[in-house]
């Protein structure tokens, strides 16, 4: 089992025929001030499962964001399963978590680590910065 991709996004969908849209990919984060509340990101994840790891069986996701010191900030837990795809073909599954007002702290970079059955898959990282927009406009 792998993820072939994960990104963080302002928004994304999955339409009827199953294709995945998604809209402003990003890694980095400009704020005044801290903490910050990020009004809406989304998180991404094309899993795939070889036909011998599919049996029907629902595998535990859990995604973590780490700050720069490694302490836990969030937590998300769920269950992906391959139910759908084709017998002895390689099954997907895309997931979209939607994270609302989600708040950091303090700026540097963080990370969402995404477990599949408790091993580490994929680290997507994020990077915060303060900046003062005020200054920014004066020079």
């Known amino acids: 089992m792998e993820i072939s991709y994960a990104v963080l996004a302002d928004n ?27 009004n809406q990101m989304s998180l991404i994840a094309s899993i795939q499962a070889e036909p011998l790891d599919q049996k029907n ?3 535990k996701l ?8 490694s302490q836990q900030v969030l937590e998300i ?5 391959f139910k759908n795809s084709p017998e002895g073909e390689l099954g997907t599954s ?9 708040t950091f702290p303090k700026p540097g970079t963080y990370k969402f680590s995404i477990f599949i059955d408790g091993i580490l898959k994929k680290d997507i990282r994020l ?8 200054e920014q406009k004066l020079q």
């Open 77 to 81: 837990t769920g269950n992906v399963n």
């Open 57 to 59: 069986k629902d595998w």
């Open 12 to 38: 994304a969908n999955i339409s009827r025929e199953g294709k995945t849209n998604i809209m402003g990919i990003f890694n980095l984060i400009y704020s005044q001030a801290f903490p910050c509340r990020h």
């Open 62 to 69: 859990q995604v973590v964001l780490y700050d720069e010191d």
């Open 127 to 134: 990077k915060l910065i303060q900046r003062d927009f005020q």
């Open 94 to 102: 895309n997931s979209i978590l939607v994270f609302n007002s989600l």
